[in-house]
Nanobody, 118 residues
Framework: QVQLVESGGGLVQPGGSLRLSCAASGIIFHIYDMGWYRQAPGKQRELVAAVMIGGSTNYADSVKGRFTISRDNAKSTVYLQMDSLKPEDTAVYYC????????????WGQGTQVTVSS
């Protein structure tokens, strides 16, 4: 059974930092592209950042220079370091695993709430 378990969300003041983690099980982690998406109330889910199986990364323009995605294949875990947080970063953040070059299997975590507010 595939599981993606996110952790690290919470309430933080503007300008603060949070580190999200997503621990994967039930998949061959190193053959999956991993991503973080977010969905704010009344808005569509959007890609925040992704790290590919080769290590290349891409980011939404709104988070470039503030967020950093990384992966640890030995721990089957992907991280999202979020710095200089803004109120508009408030959303539920979801972990995603996508087998881009194989079965095209696509999995989601349950999400973790991030709230940026003073």
């Amino acid at each position: 059974q595939v599981q993606l378990v996110e952790s690290g969300g919470g309430l933080v003041q503007p300008g603060g930092s949070l580190r999200l983690s997503c621990a994967a099980s039930g998949i061959i982690f190193h053959i999956y592209d991993m991503g973080w998406y977010r969905q704010a109330p009344g808005k569509q889910r959007e890609l925040v950042a992704a790290v590919m199986i080769g290590g290349s990364t891409n980011y939404a323009d709104s988070v470039k220079g503030r967020f950093t995605i990384s992966r640890d294949n030995a721990k089957s875990t992907v991280y999202l370091q979020m710095d200089s947080l803004k109120p508009e970063d408030t959303a539920v953040y979801y972990c995603n695993a996508y087998n881009r070059i194989g079965t095209r299997a696509n999995y989601w975590g349950q999400g973790t709430q991030v709230t940026v507010s003073s």
